[in-house]
């Protein structure tokens, strides 16, 4: 199955469909993380809240993921992309629009820990969808769609911010604390739009269906998005069922050790690394932005939702294209290295200006904060996913993005609850400590050259790759979770 897909056609409009929509829920994720950005402070200001309080309001929503993250990859592998895939939109309706009406910071925490909790789920099954709906090699393939998460999520902080920019631009100025009552609850119209247009065209991954056994179900995926007539051939005296339960592999909580093994231990430790300071950085600059604008850089509230809007167009996101189009050629080791070598300049460049003494230092300083987020957009944003979901096969590939998903959250709550804390006590200085993370990722590169853009990943999954994996596994189950069946 994965032959027919990466031998087959381009991807036809139902295919392209599925990734739309795969980037849609990503789209949303980025969007339910960021609409908080902005409103912290009126939060703070409204609820009376300490800095250690802000940050655990902000950092509710990565607690979520977190657990959503673990439960996701694992429910990817074993139910099936489709079923994760339909249920996991339900969680951003509801809580948005408990958000937006939150009456306490408790209950507002409530919300973001749920709407957490969806995005864990989703970004497992999105990567998944991403990587088994294109082909191993050529324009547009794996690589990149998996890397056109990063576009997809800058467009949608810029549209957070570019919303925020028209609330503030109609809002009566005495109702200026609806600002972000309306921004969260607005998470909910997309949603819905997701909700209604997937049932049309989103189907399981042909892959994972074949590789469950149902092979008549992956015929039928593959005649409907791609138009390939496979046939299917068995026994004449095996049914489907039977040939189903003979060849399935299930995915168990013990295929979380098997990304420790031999064979991907290093890939394991790399994607870590990579996702977690990405995470760790990114969290700390674009959630702190407009407080990093009007605190150190002494901005209005206009120049700061304008600038910040401007840096997420011009600089991620145009990064974040930069990283789809190098994939299939320059590859993903590259553009990560160096995307944090420029990001590590930016912040080392930060912290030494301190608080900009005129506008020539307050233009560079910005110009720096848009450098650090296009070596985001073109490197470790782009390709934090790209290590994450093409260093595992199909077997393996929902618990991979899980586990990698759990630590990006588990840094991405470590940074949102320490940014307002050690900005309040170091100003400035609080850009040597973010520097730390793209340092550390930067370092462990250069020790762990894997390069998984243009690799057959699902090739370890059959052929000769998985005949010495599974011979390897008739010693110890727990090294191959396709020989893991009683």
């Given at each position: 199955?994965?032959r027919?897909?990466?031998?087959g056609?381009?991807q036809g409009?139902?295919?392209?469909?599925?990734?739309?929509?795969a980037?849609g829920?990503?789209?949303?994720?980025?969007?339910?993380?960021t609409s908080l950005?902005?409103?912290?402070?009126?939060?703070?200001r409204?609820?009376?809240?300490?800095?250690?309080?802000?940050?655990?309001?902000s950092?509710a929503?990565?607690?979520g993921?977190?657990?959503?993250a673990?439960f996701g990859?694992?429910?990817?592998?074993?139910?099936g992309?489709?079923r994760?895939?339909?249920?996991?939109m339900l969680f951003?309706?509801?809580a948005?629009?408990?958000?937006?009406?939150?009456?306490?910071?408790?209950?507002l925490?409530g919300?973001r820990?749920?709407?957490?909790?969806?995005v864990?789920l989703?970004?497992?099954v999105?990567?998944?969808?991403?990587a088994?709906?294109?082909r191993?090699?050529g324009r547009g393939?794996?690589?990149?769609?998996?890397?056109?998460w990063?576009?997809a999520?800058?467009?949608?902080?810029?549209?957070?911010y570019?919303?925020?920019l028209?609330?503030?631009?109609i809002?009566?100025?005495?109702?200026?604390?609806?600002?972000?009552?309306l921004?969260?609850a607005f998470?909910a119209?997309?949603a819905?739009?997701i909700i209604?247009?997937?049932?049309?065209?989103?189907?399981?991954?042909?892959?994972?269906?074949?590789?469950?056994?149902d092979?008549?179900?992956?015929?039928?995926?593959?005649k409907?998005?791609?138009g390939?007539?496979?046939?299917v051939e068995?026994?004449?005296d095996q049914?489907?069922?039977?040939?189903?339960?003979?060849?399935?592999?299930?995915?168990?909580?013990?295929?979380?050790?098997v990304l420790f093994?031999a064979?991907y231990r290093r890939r394991?430790i790399?994607?870590?690394?990579?996702?977690?300071?990405?995470?760790?950085?990114y969290?700390?600059?674009?959630?702190?932005l407009?407080?990093?604008i009007?605190s150190?850089?002494?901005?209005g509230p206009?120049?700061t939702?304008?600038?910040?809007?401007?840096l997420?167009?011009l600089?991620?996101f145009?990064?974040?294209?930069?990283g789809?189009?190098t994939a299939p050629?320059?590859g993903?080791?590259?553009?990560?290295?160096l995307?944090?070598t420029?990001q590590?300049?930016?912040?080392?460049?930060?912290?030494?200006?301190?608080?900009?003494?005129s506008?020539?230092?307050?233009?560079?300083?910005?110009?720096l904060?848009?450098?650090?987020l296009?070596?985001?957009?073109?490197?470790?944003?782009?390709?934090?996913?790209?290590?994450?979901s093409l260093?595992y096969?199909t077997?393996l590939?929902?618990?991979?993005v899980?586990?990698?998903?759990?630590l990006?959250?588990s840094?991405?709550?470590?940074?949102l609850f320490?940014f307002?804390?050690?900005?309040a006590?170091?100003?400035?200085?609080?850009?040597?400590?973010i520097?730390?993370a793209?340092?550390t990722?930067?370092l462990?590169?250069?020790?762990?050259?894997?390069?998984p853009?243009?690799?057959?990943?699902?090739?370890e999954?059959?052929?000769d790759?998985?005949a010495?994996?599974h011979?390897r596994a008739?010693?110890?189950a727990d090294e191959?979770?396709?020989?893991?069946?009683?």
């Amino acid at each position: 199955m994965a032959r027919l897909v990466n031998s087959g056609p381009a991807q036809g409009t139902r295919t392209r469909a599925v990734i739309a929509i795969a980037l849609g829920g990503v789209f949303l994720d980025a969007y339910d993380l960021t609409s908080l950005a902005y409103g912290v402070k009126d939060i703070a200001r409204q609820f009376a809240l300490t800095p250690a309080q802000v940050g655990l309001v902000s950092a509710a929503i990565t607690f979520g993921a977190i657990l959503g993250a673990l439960f996701g990859g694992y429910l990817t592998d074993r139910i099936g992309r489709y079923r994760v895939f339909m249920a996991d939109m339900l969680f951003f309706v509801v809580a948005a629009i408990i958000a937006g009406l939150a009456p306490n910071a408790w209950v507002l925490g409530g919300a973001r820990f749920l709407m957490g909790f969806g995005v864990g789920l989703d970004l497992p099954v999105a990567m998944a969808f991403l990587a088994e709906f294109s082909r191993v090699a050529g324009r547009g393939n794996k690589a990149a769609s998996v890397a056109a998460w990063c576009p997809a999520w800058y467009a949608a902080t810029s549209t957070c911010y570019l919303l925020i920019l028209g609330l503030y631009a109609i809002l009566p100025a005495h109702h200026t604390d609806w600002l972000w009552r309306l921004t969260l609850a607005f998470g909910a119209v997309p949603a819905i739009v997701i909700i209604l247009v997937r049932r049309r065209y989103i189907s399981e991954s042909p892959v994972w269906a074949a590789n469950q056994g149902d092979l008549d179900e992956a015929a039928r995926i593959l005649k409907r998005s791609w138009g390939i007539d496979a046939v299917v051939e068995r026994p004449a005296d095996q049914t489907a069922a039977q040939a189903q339960a003979a060849i399935a592999p299930r995915a168990t909580w013990r295929n979380y050790g098997v990304l420790f093994n031999a064979t991907y231990r290093r890939r394991t430790i790399l994607a870590a690394t990579i996702g977690a300071a990405s995470s760790f950085g990114y969290n700390a600059i674009i959630f702190g932005l407009p407080v990093i604008i009007a605190s150190f850089l002494k901005q209005g509230p206009l120049t700061t939702i304008v600038a910040s809007l401007l840096l997420n167009l011009l600089f991620a996101f145009v990064g974040g294209l930069i990283g789809v189009r190098t994939a299939p050629t320059v590859g993903a080791w590259k553009m990560t290295v160096l995307g944090h070598t420029l990001q590590v300049i930016a912040l080392v460049g930060l912290a030494l200006i301190g608080h900009p003494s005129s506008g020539v230092f307050v233009a560079l300083a910005i110009l720096l904060l848009g450098a650090y987020l296009f070596g985001q957009g073109f490197g470790p944003g782009s390709h934090s996913m790209t290590y994450a979901s093409l260093s595992y096969p199909t077997s393996l590939r929902g618990i991979g993005v899980g586990f990698n998903q759990t630590l990006v959250r588990s840094s991405s709550t470590v940074s949102l609850f320490l940014f307002p804390v050690l900005a309040a006590a170091l100003g400035t200085k609080v850009f040597w400590v973010i520097a730390i993370a793209p340092l550390t990722s930067l370092l462990v590169l250069l020790a762990i050259r894997w390069e998984p853009s243009g690799y057959d990943i699902d090739s370890e999954d059959y052929g000769d790759a998985a005949a010495e994996r599974h011979a390897r596994a008739r010693a110890n189950a727990d090294e191959c979770p396709a020989c893991m069946r009683s």
